[in-house]
């Protein structure tokens, strides 16, 4: 461990995805009660999909609105 501590930072990031990966989605499994949300807000989206904006407006908009800066 405290060798990939001590090693670069492309290494560290290198290091976390491999083992982000090894954890596999099977090890997180979804609730019922979050599958169900999905769910809902995907037909809600295929209902009208041009009522919906990217995350990155939505994101603009918000640090503009409480004065933050990206």
Do not use: H
Request: hydrophobic letters at 40%; aromatic letters at 8%; one cysteine or more.
């Amino acid at each position: 461990m405290q060798e990939i501590l001590n090693d670069t930072l492309e290494n560290k990031i290198e290091a976390v995805e491999r083992i982000w990966d090894s954890i596999g989605a099977t090890a997180m499994p979804v609730e019922d009660l979050e599958l169900s949300i999905a769910k809902e807000r995907f037909e809600e989206y295929l209902k009208c999909p041009g009522d919906n904006i990217a995350w990155e407006d939505a994101k603009a908009k918000l640090m503009k609105k409480y004065g933050f800066s990206d």
